[in-house]
C-alpha cells in the first residue's frame, strides 16, 4: 500500500445516498470523473453510513511517475488524509503535515470542507476558506494553531467506537473445556454444512439434466427474460444520475439570483444528479449575502462559496426538486 501525499490531493464531498449501495463506489467514480481536470482520476473516499463520501482524488500519471515503477505495478494507492487525524461532530481544525498543512471543516459528525496550503494560511486565507464552507467569520476569527498527527495503520472511517474488552482473568482453569465445546461445535457446524453443499450440488447436476431436456423455444424464453431484467437494472440505475431540474433551467435561475452584470461563467460542473457548482469571474463580489440570496431561491438549498484568485468564486448548492414531485417521482 502506498500513501499518497495531501499535497497532490484535491477534495470534494459526494452524495451518493440515492444510489443502490452497491453501487456507490461507481456513483463517486463517475462524480470523480466529472470534477476531476485531468484525464486520469483515481480517488480514496470516507463513506459515511447515510451514503455520503469525503473524497479526494490525484492524477494517475503523475503518482506514478513520483512513485516508483514496482511501487505503482504492485502496491495500491490510498490517500494520506484518510489516515491522520480523527473523525469530529463539530470543527475547524489545521493538521500539521509531513509536508504543508491541511484544512478541515466538519459538521454534524461530516467532513464538509478540506483544503491544503503548503504553510500555515495567512488570516484571509483562512477566513475565505471558513466562508466557503458555509461557516460565519467574525473579527474574532483567527488562525488555528496546527495539531501535530501521525499517520496511523488503519484509516479513521473505518475504526470503531466504543468496543469494550473482555476481563478473562480467573477463567484459565475453563479454556480446555472451553476448547473442547468449540471444537465438536465446529465439527457439528462443518459437519451441518458439508451436508448441505451435498444436497446443493445434488440439486444443481438435477437441474442442469432438467434444463438439458428443455426444448429450444422455453430456453429462448428464458434468455430473453434474463436479458430484460439486466436491462431494467441499467435503466433503474441510468436514472437514478438524471437531474433534479433542466440545466437550462439552473442557469436561467443563477441569472436571475446574481446582482448586476459584471459577471460571467467560468466553469459548470454538477458531479452528482442533485449538486451543482459554479466557477465565476465576479469582481467585488459578497459572498454572504450570495449564500442568502441562493439559500432563498426554491431551486437551491446548502449553499456554500469559495473565493479563489483573479475574482473567481466558486458557488456549490444542492439542487432541491420541484414542489409538485418528490425527488422519487423526477425522471
Known sequence: ???????????????????????????????????????????????SPDGTAAVWYWSRSRVNALAAAEHARRKRFVAEAIYIGEPRNESEELLQLGVGVEARVWKAGQLQASRWWHEVPLLDEWRAF???????????????????????????????????????????????????????????????????????????WGGQSAATDLDGPLKRILEARDATDKAGVEIASMLSLHGLRPTTSLMAELTRLMPGQNWQIKKWVQPTADTVEVTLIAPGSNPEALVSTFEASPMFKSVTTELGRDNELTIKATITPPASRSVEEAP
Not at 24 to 33: D, I, K, M, N, P
Not at 134 to 146: I, L, N, Y
Open 1 to 47: 500500500m502506498c500513501v499518497v501525499g495531501r499535497e497532490l490531493c484535491l477534495f470534494t464531498t459526494i452524495d451518493a445516498s440515492k444510489a443502490p449501495r452497491k453501487q456507490r463506489r461507481e456513483f463517486a467514480a463517475l462524480a470523480v470523473r466529472r470534477a476531476a481536470p485531468f484525464p486520469d482520476p483515481e480517488f480514496d473516499a470516507a463513506w
Open 130 to 204: 471558513l466562508r466557503g464552507a458555509g461557516h460565519a467569520v467574525s473579527d474574532a476569527t483567527t488562525v488555528p494553531k496546527p495539531l501535530q498527527v501521525v499517520l496511523e495503520k488503519s484509516a479513521w472511517s473505518q475504526q470503531a467506537s466504543g468496543a469494550g474488552k473482555l476481563e478473562l482473568s480467573g477463567l484459565d482453569q475453563y479454556l480446555p473445556r472451553v476448547a473442547l465445546s468449540l471444537g465438536a461445535l465446529l465439527l457439528l457446524v462443518v459437519g451441518a454444512e458439508l451436508g448441505n453443499i451435498i444436497r446443493a450440488q445434488t440439486d444443481i
